[in-house]
């Protein structure tokens, strides 16, 4: 079978619009595309003028899936800006907002977005019929992420709670309760998925080398925030040099600043969190992890549903262990900024990836704003991974479906290209 | 796309994203308890977000979530029009623009592109950011950043049955009221609540929070009165008209313009 061209287009089951192309000629791939075809939306200009307060309004409004994310990384750099300290509890609070997010997103992936390529379906619903306690479950997982971004978020999508130096609104007493209760509860469901994942076969066509980078939590613990850069080669960043570390540069075929990290494209998400702070794991986590992670991990993206997985574990069991500090903790207030200038970079781990949201503020205005969205980070790595596939199915002679597993690759970064959407494919004249 | 899209007594439906952050389509996938009952009811033949494969042909609903911030999303657009009876404009970026649009028509959009983009030729050429109905007939609005599910399910609900969505012409100060939230503007706290549509059940009051006008300009609001109150608390009419834009669109403009 001869094909001269693949064109995937739209990419399904992805956040936002999105495509990929494949040129072949002469049995030997030339060229491949992750095209972004999501229109420009411009918000490091938006930002521009505006109080801290309006950043915060408007940021998550980059991407729905992972709105609270957006939040929080901003939350970060603006208070590192204003010199704005907030409590301890405050952060713990934070915290739980954030696995919320992440339950939220992962169950949505996981479940909705990327299991339906391995069993065979156009969607989760059609999935249904055969899989419905998978399906059923699935659902209430979510809606456990959702109820937690609403709590905390003070709604399920775009919440205004999360405010500079603290909350709005903290939770009660009983709902908290309620979420241990019920994190417990799904605690079942997410460790069963462990042992249906460990059951699938996991393609080997696109594996090669890649690097992971995710930021590293200051202390000792699994988590999703950190001020450093942690690259799987060992080496640690602080965060304020991320333009140092993570080189953007433009492509022919895309606009775009892509991204890389010692000239190679890199990863990041829950696989390269697993990867990079797996053995910081414990409990049940630690027993998913056991379970499922192996060598083939580091060379293989497909994985990173796996890894989605695991932290869904992490997550559920954490909610319980913040409850629990929090019933004895004291009711923060919420901290004003001591000072109306400055500079500040903020990150933390978007449910795929790492995300840097950067600010110079003076007399109360934001003069300059960066963000660097995950998968602005990764998509030289999605790239690089269907090359190797086409190569591979293509020595094989094996194209029939090719489109389907090329999508798979993609699919399983969680890309977000609403998020990206300063990635616009462009004709070089 | 469904197992069973042949099904001739189901409304054919389409739910399409153009720019923006997808939120609305979100909404709906995140309606956990209804979801299903959604995907049976309805034909669903195009939903990409949710689904792969889509059927591109006639359709009785199309909603659609987004601004037209390209050459192909309008042309995408009016070809969706063209094979819907009923089409839907859903979100804020779909009703107004969006807060890509906030600085509609004040001719920065180049310099702003240039800053982001550099000099680049784009595939398609790229547009300030503008509601559906700058290009088409819109038969239905749901605003919202994002759409609630209280609006959502029952336009759904309306459409299934042939029944006509009826809007929602109140502001959130009316749903303020029913939460028996304190005002914050007696408060002396900037609060877009009077100018701004309801439906989203006064959430950001209901949390101690000032409303940033997130589900864009109410019709009935009285812009030149509420100005002069929000610059009574000593902030500038140049810095309230720039909050009162943020999320107001192409919309905001006719309302603000004798201001």
């Known amino acids: ?429 | 796309m469904s197992s069973d899209s042949s099904d001739k007594s189901k409304p054919r439906v389409g739910i399409y994203g153009l720019t923006g952050c997808a939120g609305d389509q979100l909404l709906l996938i995140h309606c956990e308890d209804e979801i299903l009952d959604i995907f049976n009811a309805f034909d669903i033949r195009s939903f990409v977000m949710a689904s792969s494969n889509p059927i591109e042909d006639d359709m009785d609903v199309a909603l659609v979530e987004g601004s037209v911030s390209t050459e192909e999303q309008k042309e995408h657009l009016l070809e969706i029009r063209k094979r819907s009876k009923i089409l839907v404009a859903i979100g804020n970026c779909a009703t107004v623009g969006g807060v890509q649009a906030m600085y509609a028509q004040d001719g920065t959009f180049k310099d702003r592109m240039k800053k982001v983009y550099g000099d680049m030729k784009f595939i398609t050429a790229p547009m300030e950011g503008q509601p559906l109905d700058a290009f088409v007939t819109v038969d239905y609005y749901l605003p919202g950043c994002p759409i609630s599910a209280k609006q959502a399910l029952p336009l759904l609900s309306r459409l299934l049955h042939g029944a006509s969505p009826e809007p929602f012409p109140h502001p959130v100060c009316h749903e303020c009221k029913l939460q028996e939230n304190k005002c914050l503007l007696l408060d002396k706290k900037f609060c877009l609540g009077p100018l701004t549509q309801g439906g989203c059940g006064a959430v950001c009051p209901s949390h101690g929070l000032p409303c940033v006008g997130c589900w864009g300009p109410n019709p009935d609001a009285n812009f030149n009165e509420h100005v002069k109150l929000l610059e009574s608390f000593g902030m500038t009419k140049d810095e309230v008209i720039r909050r009162i834009r943020n999320f107001g669109g192409h919309k905001i403009l006719q309302y603000i313009k004798d201001l």
């Open chain 1, 1 to 429: 079978m001869t094909k001269t061209k693949i064109e995937i287009e739209p990419l399904a089951r992805v956040e936002g619009h999105g495509g990929i192309k494949v040129e072949i000629k002469d049995n030997v791939i030339k060229d491949v595309q992750v095209k972004i075809l999501e229109g420009p939306r411009l918000f490091e200009t938006l930002v521009i003028g505006k109080t801290p307060e309006e950043d915060l309004s408007l940021v998550p409004r980059i991407c729905a899936i992972c709105n609270l994310s957006h939040k929080y990384a901003s939350l970060r750099a603006l208070e590192k800006a204003l010199d704005i300290k907030v409590p301890a509890v405050t952060q713990t609070y934070r915290q739980l907002m954030h696995h919320g997010e992440m339950l939220e997103s992962h169950s949505l992936h996981l479940y909705f977005l990327a299991l339906p390529d391995f069993f065979g379906y156009d969607n989760a619903v059609a999935m249904a019929e055969k899989f419905g306690e998978v399906v059923q479950n699935a659902l209430a997982l979510k809606k456990f992420g959702n109820k937690i971004m609403r709590l905390m978020g003070g709604r399920m999508i775009h919440g205004e709670n999360p405010v500079l130096g603290g909350f709005g609104k903290l939770p009660s007493r009983e709902s908290l309760l309620e979420l241990k209760e019920e994190a417990l509860h799904h605690l079942d469901f997410a460790m069963a998925t462990i042992d249906i994942l460990a059951g699938l076969e996991v393609p080997d066509y696109l594996e090669r080398d890649t690097q992971f980078i995710c930021l590293k939590p200051p202390h000792g613990e699994y988590d999703y925030y950190g001020d450093i850069l942690l690259a799987s080669d060992g080496k640690e960043y602080p965060l304020e040099d991320y333009k140092k570390v993570i080189i953007e540069r433009t492509v022919s075929h895309s606009f775009a600043k892509r991204s890389a990290y010692n000239d190679r494209p890199f990863t990041v998400g829950a696989i390269a969190r697993v990867l990079n702070l797996g053995d910081r794991l414990k409990g049940k986590a630690k027993e998913a992890y056991d379970k499922l992670v192996n060598e083939r991990w580091y060379r293989n993206p497909i994985y990173n549903n796996f890894a989605q997985a695991i932290e869904q574990v992490f997550s559920l069991e954490d909610v319980v262990r913040i409850v629990d500090e929090l019933l004895t903790a004291e009711i923060p207030k919420i901290v004003k900024p001591p000072r109306g200038s400055g500079t500040g970079t903020g990150g933390v781990e978007a449910p795929r990836g790492t995300l840097i949201h950067h600010y110079t503020i003076e007399n109360g205005v934001t003069v300059d704003a960066d963000y660097i969205t995950p998968t602005a980070m990764f998509l030289d790595d999605i790239e690089a991974f269907i090359r190797k596939s086409g190569e591979t199915l293509l020595a094989k002679n094996e194209m029939d479906g090719i489109e389907l597993k090329l999508e798979m690759v993609a699919r399983a970064y969680d890309p977000c290209i609403s998020c990206s959407a300063h990635l616009v494919t462009v004709d070089f004249e």
